[in-house]
């Protein structure tokens, strides 16, 4: 499907006379792995909030899949299709890989009614493929808590999956990763965004020069510069408050 998923139009976001977000325009394509970057406290992390309806906009409107989301619960916007993956795992450690995807595909139910029930043909075909998605079929019994860092935050980009997102959100998810983990990452990332589009939050720039198709910088709550890597890696304004004088927010 051509066209755009999300408009982000005009968007701020006032705590109580510190706009953290101001006027900020960007949209995403349908099937688009876009990277935000920025320094620390540029307003990423708001705008994601903003996105999956989190935090409330004082000004400007959020129009997801052709309906607009700025007024909708954190709720109806999962149920519409907005996904989002948190930096730290949440898998349950005491249930196996296959339960933890079984508890995500039937997302409304409790712990208990979810494992006692059996799943449908449809929801047993989609963790399967899942499971072969994020390289974890072979490890499909074994219990979550076992599994290394990466693949638990595979696991979990697994759960949000099998809630067939349309958009999907990702907080840092190669934070803490080994180099081969991060590379299976950025291919599963690949992967997901020829069906849906991602949105990734990211500090690691050789993640983001690796697999970024297109690029958007924050800074002090604004867009600095949008555009591909090459483009933003030369603008003078990016370099100057992010890859120069601000590397310290940067890993290499
Ligand atoms: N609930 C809140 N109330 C007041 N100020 C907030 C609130 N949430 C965030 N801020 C402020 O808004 C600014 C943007 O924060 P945000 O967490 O979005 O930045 P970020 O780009 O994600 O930074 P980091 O890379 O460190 O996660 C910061 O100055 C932060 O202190």
């Not at 079929?137 to 595979?154: E, I, R, T």
């Not at 958009?167 to 299976?184: F, I, N, Q, Y």
């Amino acid at each position: 499907m051509a066209g755009t998923i999300l408009y982000l139009e005009n968007v701020t976001v006032d705590f109580d006379g510190f706009k953290a977000i101001q006027n900020l325009n960007s949209y995403i394509e349908y099937g688009e792995l876009r990277f935000l970057i920025g320094p620390n406290g540029a307003g990423k992390t708001t705008l994601l909030d903003v996105i999956c309806g989190k935090t409330k906009l004082t000004e400007g409107r959020v129009i997801f899949d052709n309906t607009e989301i700025t007024r909708k619960s954190e709720h109806e916007i999962v149920k519409m299709g907005i996904c989002r993956k948190f930096q730290t795992p949440s898998v349950f450690n005491n249930l196996t890989v296959f339960e933890n995807l079984e508890l995500a595909v039937q997302k409304h139910r409790g712990i208990l009614a979810s494992l006692f029930r059996n799943l449908t043909a449809e929801q047993a075909e989609k963790i399967n493929a899942t499971l072969e998605n994020i390289g974890l079929a072979d490890q499909a019994g074994v219990k979550a808590g076992s599994l290394s860092h990466g693949q638990k935050q595979w696991l979990e980009i697994g759960m949000q999956l099998v809630q067939d997102p349309e958009l999907l959100l990702l907080d840092e998810p190669v934070a803490g990763m080994t180099k081969k983990e991060t590379e299976k990452t950025g291919q599963l990332l690949r992967e997901i965004a020829k069906n849906r589009s991602v949105l990734v939050v990211e500090h690691d720039m050789e993640f983001v020069r690796n697999f970024a198709q297109k690029v958007t910088v924050m800074h002090e709550g604004k867009i600095l510069c949008e555009g591909t890597v090459d483009k933003v890696q030369s603008d003078p304004k990016v370099i100057e408050v992010y890859l120069g004088r601000g590397r310290e927010n940067v890993k290499h």
